[in-house]
C-alpha cells in the first residue's frame, strides 16, 4: 500500500508561483511513474504533468507547457510540481497519482489533494 500525501497548496495572485510536494509514506516510488492530475468544481479531472521513475521522460498538457515543471528526488520519495506564472484557469484541487504494472498487476495510488487558488 502506498500512501501519498501532497503539500504546497494556497492561495496566490495571478503571475504567482507555488510548488506543490507530493511525499510517499510507507512505501518506496520505485518503478512508479508519477503524474499530477487536478479537478476544478463542475469539471471533469483532467492530466496535469507526468515524469517516469528515471526522471528521464517528462509530459505535460498543453496548458501548462512553458509554465509548469515536473520534477522528482527519488532519495526522498518525492515528486514535485513547479508552478509558474499561475492563471486564475489554474483553480483546481491537485491529485498526485503512482502507477506501475508488476507481472500484469496494476498499482495505482492517489493522495487526498491539494487546493490551489489563484485570483485575478
Known amino acids: 500500500q502506498v500512501q501519498l500525501v501532497e503539500s504546497g497548496g494556497g492561495l496566490v495572485q495571478a503571475g504567482g508561483s507555488l510548488r506543490l510536494s507530493c511525499a510517499a509514506d510507507g512505501r518506496t516510488l520505485t518503478g512508479y511513474t508519477m503524474r499530477w492530475f487536478r479537478q476544478a468544481p463542475g469539471k471533469e479531472r483532467e492530466f496535469v504533468a507526468a515524469?517516469?521513475?528515471?526522471?528521464?521522460?517528462?509530459d505535460y498538457v498543453d496548458s501548462v507547457k512553458g509554465r509548469f515543471t515536473i520534477s522528482r528526488d527519488n532519495a526522498k520519495n518525492t515528486v514535485y510540481l513547479q508552478m509558474n506564472g499561475l492563471r486564475p484557469e489554474d483553480t483546481a484541487v491537485y491529485y498526485c497519482?503512482?502507477?506501475?504494472?508488476?507481472?500484469?498487476?496494476?498499482?495505482?495510488?492517489w493522495g487526498q489533494g491539494t487546493q490551489v487558488t489563484v485570483s485575478s
Open positions: 497519482n503512482a502507477e506501475r504494472t508488476m507481472w500484469s498487476t496494476k498499482y495505482n495510488y
Open positions: 515524469i517516469s521513475w528515471s526522471g528521464g521522460t517528462t
